[in-house]
């Protein structure tokens, strides 16, 4: 079974913007903000942490990939 086949990941594919990257940061969010919310339920600091961490990279990568498309005319 390929990722494609799966209803939700064909349509954002088949609506996207064309770009495998864009597509992947899209699905891949709401996985994100499940893990955010699993990690702070918990009350150890060091997973409240790699929950913040978490959120940032996310943020940050899918800020830079968006602004370097939009430098590089795409």
């Given at each position: 079974?390929?990722?494609?086949t799966?209803?939700?990941?064909?349509?954002?594919?088949?609506?996207?913007?064309?770009?495998?990257?864009?597509d992947g940061?899209?699905?891949t969010?709401p996985?994100?903000?499940?893990?955010?919310?699993?990690?702070?339920?918990?009350?150890?600091?060091?997973l409240?942490?790699?929950?913040?961490?978490?959120?940032?990279?996310?943020?940050?990568?899918?800020?830079?990939?968006?602004?370097?498309?939009?430098?590089?005319?795409?």
């Amino acid at each position: 079974m390929k990722l494609e086949t799966l209803p939700f990941v064909s349509a954002v594919l088949e609506s996207g913007a064309d770009d495998r990257i864009y597509d992947g940061l899209l699905l891949t969010g709401p996985v994100v903000i499940l893990l955010i919310a699993v990690l702070e339920t918990t009350r150890t600091r060091f997973l409240s942490g790699v929950a913040k961490a978490l959120a940032i990279a996310y943020v940050t990568a899918f800020v830079a990939y968006v602004l370097y498309r939009g430098v590089r005319g795409e």
